[in-house]
């Protein structure tokens, strides 16, 4: 990526998508682990698993614009 945010986007939108999620919990989880209990609340599994699946959903939408815009 080497700081090319927009590139990275237009590459790999899941991707950048999830890097994106990496950098924003990765404050939160190292609090959360000097601190020995959750800073702010836990992550309940909703909202992993809308997570992972906007990522998937992003990423298939990609794949399949890509394919059909040639």
């Known amino acids: 990526m080497r700081g090319e945010w927009l590139g990275a986007g237009r590459s790999n939108a899941g991707g950048a ?3 994106a999620i990496a950098l ?3 404050p939160w989880l190292a609090i959360s682990a000097a ?3 959750w800073w702010i609340g836990a992550p309940s599994e ?3 698993a809308g997570a992972a699946l906007g990522v998937v959903a992003l990423t ?4 399949m614009y890509r ?3 040639g």
């Open 35 to 37: 601190r020995g209990r």
């Open 24 to 26: 924003l919990a990765a």
């Open 46 to 48: 909703r909202s992993m």
């Open 67 to 69: 394919l059909w815009s």
């Open 17 to 19: 998508a999830l890097a």
């Open 60 to 63: 298939l939408a990609d794949w």
